[in-house]
Structure formats: C-alpha cells, structure tokens
C-alpha cells in the first residue's frame, strides 16, 4: 500500500531507473499507474539525491501538462520509505516499441495519427517551456481507441529549472538522442524533433534509424532509404536533419502532417473541401493555444489579476455620465447586522467630446483604394468597438436550414456593424477557420469589406468537430493584433464541446477573462446552457436561447448593435467596506440576473473588492448588494459600504460614479420592516421586494449554519458507515476461515479427552464443541459465498465529494423542509444524494445539484409583511431548528454507538491512527495472533493425538505378551 491509498496489484514494465506497477485507488475505486523510483543500493549519495530530483521534477513538469490529451496525467506523488513513487494515469494498452515487437511496422494511416498525436504534445511540452529530451518508442504509449501519449518526463528540463543531472553524465538514449546532444552535452527544444523523427522512422520502416548500441551512431551514420513513408517521408526526413539549424520546429512539422482525416460531410455536391491551408492552420493552431493559454494563466491567474485590466482613452471616459441611485431600508433592529440595498446604476450620453470613428472609417476606405500593403493595426485605448463573430460550422449545422440561418445571421451582424467599427469573422470546428479577414486580426468596417466578408461568409460548409476551446483562444489572438479597449465576441453554438478535456474549456474561458467580452447564442436545444453560461460569467457576457434558424438573424443584429454601443471596457463595480464589515454577496439582478460574488478581485484601494461587469455604453443595469456590519448603538448611523463604477484611465484607475449604503439602528418595527424596492425579473419572480426581518434573518443565519453542521455530520456518519461495512466484510472474509480452523482443532480436542476419560461430562463436551465448530464451517462457507457475490467495497469520499455533499445537504435536507409534501420530495432526493456520496461519484453529485436548482429548490421568497404571516415563518423556522438539533443528537448518538462496536474499536482504536489502511493493519495483526493461536493448539492436538496412539500401541503389546 502506497501512501495509505494506492495499493499495488501487478508490474507492467521495469527499467534501470525504475519499475511501473498497476495499482488500486482505495479512494475512488480506479486503476491507476504508480511508477517506482528505484534508488541505488545504499540509498543515500549523490545518485540517490540526484533520482529523487528527477522524480520531482517529472511530477512537477508533466502536471504542468495535464490539460493535454496526448500526454500522461501525473496524480500524485508519495514518499515511501524515502523512495519517491508518482501516481500517473493508466492507460490501457501498450507501448509503441511492444507494438512494434509484436505486430510490426505501423500502416501509413496509423503513423500519421501517431506523428499529429506527438506533435501535440510537444507543442504544449515546448510552450510550456518544457523540453522532455527522451522521446523513443518504449515512452510512447498508445490507447485501446489507437490516441497516442507521451510519458516519462523523467529527465525533461525546464527552461528556468536549476540543473539536477551532474555535469558529464549522458542524457537520452542511444540511437534516439539528438546528435548536438551528443556532442555538447546539451540542447533545446529543437532535439527532442530529432528524437521524434528517429520514432517514427522505427515506427514506419520497424526498424531502427541508428544503432542503439553505439552513442556515436546518430551522429555519424545514415539511416537505411525509406520504403513505407508515404505521406510521412518528407517530414521525417526534415527531422532527421542533423543540423539543428535547418531541422522544423513543432509548428512547421504539425504543417507538413496536416490534417489527414476521412472527407468531411459537406452541405451540398460541389461544395469546395478544406482545402491544404486549413490542414495546416490546425497544426498551427495547437501551438498557438497551448502557448496563450500556458502564457495567461503561468502566475497566479494572470487573467484575472488587476494588472490584466484594459485601459481606455480619456474622451471615452468622459463620453458617458453615470449615475448610481442606491434604494435601501439604512434602519436596522438593535444588534442587527445585515444591511440590503438595490443598486441601481445608469450611464448615458455626457454630450462631451464624444467619440467618433470617423477618422478611422476614412482611413479604411483609404485604405481599401489602394493597392499597396495595408499597414496593421495594434491594440490601443482609443480605438474602435471590435467585434468578433464565432460561428460553429460543425457537422450538426448540415442539417436543412441551419447553415443558412447562421449564414443570414452573420450577414446581419455584418451590416448592423457602423462605419469605423472593426470586425472579423471566425469558423469554430475542431479548429477555429478566420474566414474574414484571412490573413488573421481584425478589419475596418467599409462598403468594401462588408462585401468582401459576407462572400466569404457565402463560401463556408459544414464538416468536422466542435472545440470551443480554441474559437475563444484564436479571438483573444484576433484582438491582441489590432482593436480598441472595447472588444467583443458574438458566438453562435449548435452543439456541446467535444473537446477531450472537460477542463480545457474552463481554462481557456478562465485565461480569456479580461481580454474581451461575449454573448452566446444557442441555437436549437443540443448545446449545453451550463458550458455557455460558463464562457458568459467568465467573459461578463449573456446567454440566450434562439430555437429556430430563422430568428438568430435578428438575435445576432441585436447583439451587434449592443456591442457596437459599447463606449468603456473592463468597468468594475468596486465596493468598499469599513473595518470589521463583511460583503455577503453583490448579484446583478437586471436586466439579466448573474451572482457576481465568486468573481471578486482585490481592489486598489484598502478594504476595496471589485466586480467585472464587462464594458459598457449607455444602459442602466440593477445590483443587489448584502453587506454585513458590526452592531451599533441605537440612533447611531454608519457607513456600511461605498460603491462605485471604475474603469482604467490611460494613467489610474477613474472613477465613474459613487453611491453610499448605510446603517440606521432604531427601535421602531415600523421602520425596519419597510419595503426597500421593486426589482424586476428576479428569482423566477416578476416583482420581488428586497427587505428584511431581522429576527427572521438570525433564525435563518442559525437555521443555515445548523445545516452547515448538519451536512458535515451527515458526511462523517456515511463515512463511518462505509468504513465499518468495508471493514466488517474484511474481517469476516479474514477470521471465518481461522475460526472454522480453531474450532475444529477444539472439537477434536475435546473428543480425545472424552474417549480417554470416558466420562459423560467430557463426552458432552465433545458433542457442544462439534456443534460449534460445524456452525464455523457453515459461516466460512457463506463467507466464500457471499465473497464471490459481493460487490467491490466503495471507495472512501474524496474532498471534493464532501465539499459537494455538504453544499447539496444545507439546501435540501428534509428537516429545512415548508410542509409535509416538501419534506416528502426531500426525503427521496436525499436518498439519491446520500447514494451518490457513499459512492463517491462527483459526477453524480453534480448532476443532483443541477437538478435541485432547475426545479426551483434553490430559490428564496422574500419574508411576508403581514405579521400573522411572519409570526407563522419564525415558527416555522424555530420548529425546523428544532429538528434540526434533534437529528444531530440522534447523529452524534450514532456515531458514538458505531466506534463502540467491537469492530468500531478496532477500526478507531484510541490512540491509534485513523482510517482503512490503519485498520487493516491491526486486524493483520489480530489474525497473525489467531494463526499463532491455531498453531498452538494444532500442536497440542498433535501430542494427544501421538500419546492416544503411543498408549494404543502399548495396550496391543501387553495382550500380545498375555
């Protein structure tokens, strides 16, 4: 057992540095790969150090590289007995050298998939400053579904790593390193293209390009004429090239291994192919993503860091006057402490110096009289809106109508765009297409151009995959090569993501905050709300629905001529608070509602939190801010928070308008129970009132943290429970057999003392230790039944799960339950959810939540006014505080009963550590006694057993001498 967790069933492979063994995930319940760092002899000395570095460091590097599909996931790492072992993803299948040994040369399809899968993975190895410097067959690895993956990162460099192999020492493998290495000792990302090349020739030809018993092979000798390139045979001759000089790098090799997939499905007869140039893009487009992603998110999230922040000209600031109106109920109860308020903030027209794009508008159309080169734009603060429209053109737009439809709408955007704007048109697949302008960044909007990109528009089909990932990484690329501060994205999505990693939508939405904002439209009912909803929140943007083809037209016009208002980028809605104060939540409520506590950044100034809203133009957006303040005195007024709308000037943060929130405490219920304003559309409510009973508030507050306390005590009786029953079948499978044994001996035992003695005390004796041991053997055989129909033991909850369950069980526990039919419904879905937790699916749990808030389960209804109503609500909050602490008497009782049982003090023996692997180790140790125990009165029965048979022999002595 490894770590108290990963326990070792099987070796796969061993090598001079190490062996890699599948093992258990006791935890989760899965196989996993666990590589062993073999250490020298004497385990200490500069070898040992140095492989301990090298582990490190693998670890370190290649979980720098866990969003890539084509590279082997590290988990974990665990320091057992001072060796290092790495917790590594297991992938079912072989290595290339096995395959290679056992079926031969790969057929010219199977290697180009073999070489766009490597390409990959060094581009995201090299973009991540990570050169892996041992690519060779036996470090390939490929999956049941052929994807191919590169592993051991054990003597991979980073470029700012300090160097851990001591100078002298040979770094590769014979036969695969690149020849500069071999002479210098030393070499860049550039090597490891030749080690590439050397695969796969072996993997094309089946033979190997260099001698491997040689080190010099590489670079003096030549490898045999290639037979069975194909389509390969031009790059792999270009990889071999033993001047690193004129070898391609990643992004010119992923070009020359283009795209080789099956004819896409295309929308008509005659409809033109990808032609090469996308092949290409798509080599390309891996590394470019990689290295923005990589490059946005390297130190403690740049994207979302207040150096990330656009900024803006001084006439755009100027261009708009904000007012903040804040409605609020400033009287507070005596000790009350929360404080609402609706925040209600309008930007319009200042009429000064409002900018116009006029300058731009006839330098483009300057620009598209003449026929010499255009000159390129770069981003600045006193640009143009630039408007970027993202149009999934996958397989599922072949459909009748859709394609058009998306056509019609890009048409439509294109035209609702003013003169002066910027623009530019991306096809989404598995690759991203820049259908307008093609030579990347963004154009003009003249006469000309709307013509140009619309022809275009007209020319697209539809074919190929749907990564999201990469239209969202192309557009911020798109926007660094030439817009204004203010930058948005319209995409149009017909489908879910089909990217490999669930987490690289995430991340690349994640490492877009801040570079530009976007509306997503669905269209139809296949793509996921939740996915789009994430890209919205991430990028300060909306989500909407548009059910049929013909009405995203209208949808993309709206959005554009929404965009194109926009006169300020990056606004912030910065709230400060006075010491002591809390911000409980700041939410949008129209005209779309959004919670916007969870993206809180730090502000620039002390006690100051700031919360993107995207850019803006003239609009009016409503905020419902909760904050929590320290009591005071009655009569006494405070400051409870300050909000105000900031942006970036060209040299400091400016301030665009101010609103304050205060507090009030009286003793007048008059006061305190007035209604603080009407807010539109909120919580599935056409009207909502925001006010607030502060009595009702602190049972709530109590009621809430009871359940906090309540779910954490749901998730530690589940665990035990889940312990106990894994713990319980193992004792029972361990002893039932020993004790089977014991109880035999001790029958037989006892049948020799009664045919000695021939007593009738003895003799029944006998026939009560025969029945005992009879009933043994009828439990060990059970246990061998029950065995083989068991299902395997639950893994233990991970954090996540706990963290999970306990959000899942504050909302919807029964005892929180209105009335008896609510409590029923709650009562069968925390069955589903307790399920879902003693499994320690996450995926499950997840899914239950989803549900509980699509049906309505997480909203809240604002306190009545009437007080018979009220009176009613405070007893029904008392009576379920009520239940509440009598379901967690009843817990506690539980769990005490449970670690009293006899398997309960060994499994939580005091004093001794905790869990499964400790338990286990004490019932070893309890079943080598009962061995012990069992030998022992195995030999006591053998002696009665040889002094009956001595005595036997003796009686027949004395007849025969009578």
Same mark, same amino acid.
Request: charged share 25%; proline share 5%.
């Given at each position: 057992?490894?770590?108290?967790?990963?326990?070792?069933?099987?070796?796969? &492979?061993?090598?001079?540095?190490?062996? #890699?063994?599948?093992?258990?995930?006791?935890?989760?319940?899965?196989?996993?790969?666990?590589?062993?760092?073999?250490?020298?002899?004497?385990?200490?000395?500069?070898?040992?150090?140095?492989?301990?570095?090298?582990?490190?460091?693998?670890?370190?590097?290649?979980?720098?590289?866990?969003?890539?599909?084509?590279?082997?996931?590290?988990?974990?790492? !665990?320091?057992?007995?001072?060796?290092?072992?790495?917790?590594?993803?297991?992938?079912?299948?072989?290595?290339?050298?096995?395959?290679?040994?056992?079926?031969?040369?790969?057929?010219?399809?199977?290697?180009?998939?073999?070489?766009?899968?490597?390409?990959?993975?060094?581009?995201?190895?090299?973009?991540?400053?990570?050169?892996?410097?041992?690519?060779?067959?036996?470090?390939?690895?490929?999956?049941?579904?052929?994807?191919?993956?590169?592993?051991?990162?054990?003597?991979?460099?980073?470029?700012?790593?300090?160097? @851990?192999?001591?100078?002298?020492?040979?770094?590769?493998?014979?036969?695969?390193?690149?020849?500069?290495?071999?002479?210098?000792?030393?070499?860049?990302?550039?090597?490891?293209?030749?080690?590439?090349?050397?695969?796969? /020739?072996?993997?094309?030809?089946?033979?190997?390009?260099?001698?491997?018993?040689?080190?010099?092979?590489?670079?003096?000798?030549?490898?045999?004429?290639?037979?069975?390139?194909?389509?390969?045979?031009?790059?792999?001759?270009?990889?071999?090239?033993?001047?690193?000089?004129?070898?391609?790098?990643?992004?010119?090799?992923?070009?020359?291994?283009?795209?080789?997939?099956?004819?896409?499905?295309?929308?008509?007869?005659?409809?033109?192919?990808?032609?090469?140039?996308?092949?290409?893009?798509? *080599?390309?487009?891996?590394?470019?993503?990689?290295?923005?992603?990589?490059?946005?998110?390297?130190?403690?999230?740049?994207?979302?860091?207040?150096?990330?922040?656009?900024?803006?000209? #001084?006439?755009?600031?100027?261009?708009?006057?904000?007012?903040?109106?804040?409605?609020?109920?400033?009287?507070?109860?005596?000790?009350?402490?929360?404080?609402?308020?609706?925040?209600?903030?309008?930007?319009?027209?200042?009429?000064?110096?409002?900018?116009?794009?006029?300058?731009?508008?006839?330098?483009?159309?300057?620009?598209?009289?003449?026929?010499?080169?255009?000159?390129?734009?770069?981003?600045?603060?006193?640009?143009?809106?630039? @408007?970027?429209?993202?149009?999934?053109?996958?397989?599922?737009?072949?459909?009748?109508?859709?394609?058009?439809?998306?056509?019609?709408?890009?048409?439509?955007?294109?035209?609702?765009?003013?003169?002066?704007?910027?623009?530019?048109?991306?096809? *989404?697949?598995?690759?991203?297409?820049? @259908? /307008?302008?093609?030579?990347?960044?963004?154009?003009?909007?003249?006469?000309?151009?709307?013509?140009?990109?619309?022809?275009?528009?007209?020319?697209?089909?539809? /074919?190929?995959?749907?990564?999201?990932?990469?239209?969202?990484?192309?557009?911020?690329?798109?926007?660094?090569?030439?817009?204004?501060?203010?930058?948005?994205?319209?995409?149009?999505?017909?489908?879910?993501?089909?990217?490999?990693?669930?987490?690289?939508?995430?991340?690349?939405?994640?490492?877009?905050?801040?570079?530009?904002?976007?509306?997503?439209?669905?269209?139809?009912?296949?793509?996921?709300? !939740?996915?789009?909803?994430?890209?919205?929140?991430?990028?300060?943007?909306?989500?909407?629905?548009?059910?049929?083809?013909?009405?995203?037209?209208?949808?993309?016009?709206?959005?554009?001529?929404?965009?194109?208002?926009?006169?300020?980028?990056?606004?912030?809605?910065?709230?400060?608070?006075?010491?002591?104060?809390?911000?409980?939540?700041?939410?949008?409520?129209?005209?779309?509602?959004?919670?916007?506590?969870?993206?809180?950044?730090?502000?620039?100034?002390?006690?100051?939190?700031?919360?993107?809203?995207?850019?803006?133009?003239?609009?009016?957006?409503?905020?419902?801010?909760?904050?929590?303040?320290?009591?005071?005195?009655?009569?006494?007024?405070?400051?409870?928070?300050?909000?105000?709308?900031?942006?970036?000037?060209?040299?400091?943060?400016? #301030?665009? &308008?101010?609103?304050?929130?205060?507090?009030?405490?009286?003793?007048?219920?008059?006061?305190?129970?007035?209604?603080?304003?009407?807010?539109?559309? /909120?919580?599935?409510?056409?009207?909502?009132?925001?006010?607030?009973?502060?009595?009702?508030?602190?049972?709530?507050?109590?009621?809430?943290?009871?359940?906090?306390?309540?779910?954490?005590?749901?998730?530690?009786?589940?665990?035990?429970?889940?312990?106990?029953?894994?713990? &319980?079948?193992?004792?029972?499978?361990?002893?039932?057999?020993?004790?089977?044994?014991?109880?035999?001996?001790?029958?037989?035992?006892?049948?020799?003392?009664?045919?000695?003695?021939?007593?009738?005390?003895?003799?029944?004796?006998?026939?009560?230790?025969?029945?005992?041991?009879?009933?043994?053997?009828?439990?060990?055989?059970?246990?061998?039944?029950?065995?083989?129909?068991?299902?395997?033991?639950?893994?233990?909850?991970?954090?996540?799960?706990?963290?999970?369950?306990?959000?899942?069980?504050?909302?919807? !526990?029964?005892?929180?339950?209105?009335?008896?039919?609510?409590?029923?419904?709650?009562?069968?879905?925390?069955?589903?959810?307790?399920?879902?937790?003693?499994?320690?699916?996450?995926?499950?749990?997840?899914?239950?939540?989803?549900?509980?808030?699509?049906?309505?389960?997480?909203?809240?209804?604002?306190?009545?006014?009437?007080?018979?109503?009220?009176?009613?609500?405070?007893?029904?909050?008392?009576?379920?505080?009520?239940?509440?602490?009598?379901?967690?008497?009843?817990?506690?009782?539980?769990?005490?009963?449970?670690?009293?049982?006899?398997?309960?003090?060994?499994?939580?023996?005091?004093?001794?550590?905790?869990?499964?692997?400790?338990?286990?180790?004490?019932?070893?140790?309890?079943?080598?006694?009962?061995?012990?125990?069992?030998?022992?009165?195995?030999?006591?029965?053998?002696?009665?057993?040889?002094?009956?048979?001595?005595?036997?022999?003796?009686?027949?002595?004395?007849?025969?001498?009578?």
């Amino acid at each position: 057992m490894i770590g108290g967790r990963y326990r070792l069933v099987d070796r796969l &492979g061993s090598g001079a540095f190490g062996q #890699v063994w599948r093992a258990h995930d006791m935890h989760l319940g899965v196989d996993v790969a666990v590589k062993q760092v073999l250490l020298p002899m004497e385990g200490k000395g500069p070898q040992a150090a140095e492989r301990v570095a090298r582990a490190a460091r693998e670890a370190r590097n290649t979980a720098r590289l866990r969003d890539c599909p084509n590279i082997v996931t590290v988990h974990d790492v !665990h320091i057992e007995n001072g060796a290092p072992w790495i917790v590594m993803q297991l992938v079912k299948g072989e290595s290339l050298a096995e395959r290679l040994s056992h079926r031969g040369p790969l057929t010219e399809n199977n290697a180009v998939a073999l070489a766009r899968d490597l390409l990959r993975a060094l581009a995201a190895a090299h973009a991540a400053g990570i050169v892996h410097r041992d690519v060779k067959p036996g470090n390939v690895l490929l999956a049941a579904d052929g994807t191919a993956l590169l592993a051991d990162f054990g003597i991979a460099v980073r470029f700012d790593d300090a160097r @851990v192999t001591r100078t002298g020492t040979f770094i590769g493998s014979p036969g695969y390193v690149a020849p500069e290495r071999v002479i210098s000792q030393d070499a860049g990302a550039i090597g490891d293209l030749f080690s590439l090349g050397a695969t796969l /020739y072996e993997a094309v030809e089946g033979i190997p390009a260099f001698r491997a018993d040689i080190i010099g092979s590489v670079v003096a000798g030549q490898p045999a004429s290639m037979r069975r390139g194909g389509r390969l045979t031009a790059l792999i001759t270009r990889l071999l090239d033993k001047d690193p000089a004129t070898r391609p790098d990643v992004a010119a090799a992923l070009a020359l291994v283009g795209d080789w997939t099956p004819p896409p499905t295309v929308e008509a007869p005659g409809s033109l192919l990808p032609s090469l140039a996308q092949d290409v893009q798509l *080599g390309v487009e891996w590394v470019e993503h990689f290295a923005f992603v990589n490059e946005r998110l390297r130190n403690d999230d740049i994207a979302a860091s207040r150096g990330a922040r656009t900024s803006n000209a #001084v006439e755009a600031l100027e261009s708009i006057r904000t007012e903040i109106g804040v409605d609020q109920n400033e009287y507070l109860a005596a000790g009350g402490r929360e404080v609402h308020a609706v925040v209600s903030v309008s930007t319009a027209d200042s009429g000064r110096s409002a900018p116009t794009h006029a300058a731009a508008s006839a330098a483009a159309l300057r620009a598209d009289r003449s026929y010499g080169a255009k000159p390129v734009p770069v981003a600045s603060a006193d640009g143009p809106p630039s @408007v970027v429209f993202i149009a999934d053109c996958s397989r599922s737009l072949a459909e009748p109508g859709r394609l058009a439809g998306v056509k019609a709408a890009l048409h439509a955007g294109i035209d609702s765009l003013p003169d002066g704007a910027r623009f530019a048109v991306i096809a *989404g697949r598995a690759d991203s297409q820049a @259908v /307008y302008p093609e030579d990347g960044g963004t154009e003009a909007v003249t006469k000309a151009s709307r013509a140009a990109a619309k022809a275009a528009v007209d020319r697209l089909t539809a /074919y190929g995959g749907r990564e999201i990932g990469l239209w969202l990484s192309r557009a911020a690329r798109l926007f660094a090569l030439g817009s204004g501060p203010v930058r948005h994205a319209i995409i149009v999505v017909n489908g879910r993501d089909e990217g490999l990693h669930p987490s690289r939508l995430a991340m690349t939405a994640r490492a877009c905050t801040g570079l530009f904002t976007a509306d997503c439209l669905g269209l139809g009912d296949d793509w996921d709300v !939740h996915e789009m909803r994430l890209v919205s929140e991430q990028l300060s943007g909306t989500v909407a629905l548009v059910a049929e083809p013909a009405a995203l037209p209208q949808a993309v016009r709206e959005a554009t001529v929404g965009a194109a208002a926009k006169r300020v980028a990056d606004v912030e809605l910065s709230v400060w608070t006075p010491s002591g104060a809390v911000i409980r939540y700041v939410k949008q409520v129209e005209p779309v509602l959004r919670d916007l506590t969870d993206n809180r950044i730090p502000g620039d100034a002390v006690r100051t939190v700031g919360f993107p809203t995207g850019a803006w133009g003239p609009e009016t957006r409503t905020f419902h801010i909760c904050v929590e303040v320290a009591p005071g005195e009655l009569g006494q007024e405070k400051l409870a928070a300050r909000v105000q709308l900031t942006a970036r000037g060209p040299e400091a943060v400016e #301030v665009l &308008g101010e609103g304050k929130i205060r507090a009030v405490w009286v003793d007048d219920e008059t006061l305190v129970m007035r209604v603080v304003s009407k807010v539109g559309p /909120y919580g599935g409510q056409s009207e909502a009132e925001v006010w607030v009973d502060p009595e009702i508030g602190d049972l709530e507050r109590e009621l809430a943290g009871l359940a906090d306390e309540l779910s954490q005590a749901e998730a530690e009786l589940a665990e035990v429970r889940n312990l106990l029953a894994v713990f &319980g079948r193992a004792h029972a499978r361990m002893f039932a057999p020993l004790l089977a044994e014991l109880d035999e001996i001790e029958a037989r035992v006892a049948e020799v003392h009664a045919a000695r003695s021939g007593r009738a005390d003895d003799q029944r004796d006998a026939e009560t230790a025969r029945e005992r041991a009879q009933q043994s053997a009828r439990q060990a055989d059970e246990e061998k039944v029950r065995a083989t129909r068991a299902e395997p033991p639950r893994p233990a909850p991970t954090g996540e799960a706990k963290r999970m369950y306990r959000k899942l069980a504050r909302r919807c !526990h029964p005892d929180l339950a209105d009335d008896e039919s609510d409590r029923q419904r709650r009562e069968v879905f925390m069955a589903r959810v307790n399920d879902a937790y003693t499994r320690g699916d996450i995926g499950l749990l997840a899914q239950l939540s989803r549900e509980w808030d699509a049906e309505g389960g997480a909203g809240t209804s604002a306190p009545p006014k009437d007080p018979g109503e009220r009176r009613k609500l405070k007893e029904h909050l008392q009576q379920a505080l009520s239940s509440v602490h009598n379901r967690l008497d009843r817990i506690r009782d539980e769990l005490s009963a449970a670690r009293e049982s006899e398997l309960g003090r060994i499994v939580f023996a005091p004093g001794q550590d905790a869990g499964m692997p400790a338990a286990m180790r004490r019932l070893d140790k309890m079943a080598d006694k009962l061995k012990a125990l069992v030998d022992e009165r195995r030999r006591v029965l053998d002696g009665l057993v040889d002094a009956a048979a001595a005595a036997a022999d003796a009686g027949m002595a004395d007849e025969r001498r009578r």
